[in-house]
C-alpha cells in the first residue's frame, strides 16, 4: 500500500490528519497526530512508542479557565507562569483567553506546574457517534420519492 499523502511505498503508521485517519509513510506521520504504529519486519516498532499512539488525548473544552483559575491560584501573573514553564507570555495570555490552544507539550507542562488535567483520552469509536445525525421522526427525501412512485 501507498503513503495516502506522498505515495511513498513504505507505508507503516496510521494517523489522524485534519480529523481523517490516513496511512502515511514515516515522513508524512509529522502532518498529523500517530494513532497507530505497523511493526517493522523483523523486528518490532519501539513498544513505548506503540503505547503512547494507541492512546488518543483531547484536550478539555474549558481548558482557558482551568488554566487561568489555576494561576490565579497560585497567586501568579502570566508573566510568572510563562517563566516558570520556560514559555512566551503571549502565548500563555492567549490561551487563557481562548485565542489559542496550547501544544500537547505546552498543555503538560501547564498540567504538571498548575497541577491540573487538560488533556482526556478519547475512545476512537467515540468520535464516530458525534457525527451522525440525529434520526428526524418526519418524512424525508427517499420517503416522497416513494409516495409518488405508489400513485402512479
Same mark, same amino acid.
Given at each position: 500500500?501507498?503513503?495516502? &499523502?506522498?505515495?511513498?511505498?513504505? #507505508? ?14 514515516? @515522513? ?7 494513532? /497507530? ?22 484536550? #478539555?473544552? @474549558? /481548558?482557558?479557565? &482551568? ?42 507542562? &501547564? ?17 464516530? @457517534? ?23
Amino acid at each position: 500500500m501507498d503513503c495516502e &499523502l506522498c505515495g511513498r511505498h513504505e #507505508v507503516r503508521i496510521d494517523a489522524m490528519i485534519d480529523g481523517i485517519k490516513m496511512r502515511v509513510c514515516e @515522513n508524512c506521520s509529522r502532518f498529523g497526530k500517530v494513532v /497507530y504504529v505497523e511493526p517493522m519486519e523483523g523486528g518490532s516498532a519501539d513498544a513505548s512508542f506503540q503505547k503512547k499512539a494507541d492512546i488518543e488525548l483531547e484536550m #478539555v473544552d @474549558n /481548558y482557558s479557565s &482551568l488554566i487561568k483559575q489555576a494561576r490565579a491560584k497560585k497567586g501568579m501573573s502570566t508573566k510568572e507562569l510563562s517563566a516558570a514553564i520556560s514559555e512566551k507570555e503571549s502565548f500563555i495570555d492567549r490561551i487563557e483567553k481562548g485565542q489559542a490552544v496550547p501544544t500537547e507539550k505546552v498543555g503538560h507542562k &501547564l498540567e504538571h506546574f498548575l497541577k491540573i488535567k487538560l488533556f482526556e483520552s478519547v475512545d476512537e469509536g467515540a468520535g464516530e @457517534n458525534k457525527l451522525k445525525p440525529k434520526q428526524s421522526q418526519g418524512l424525508t427525501l427517499g420517503d416522497t420519492v416513494d409516495i409518488k412512485s405508489k400513485k402512479k
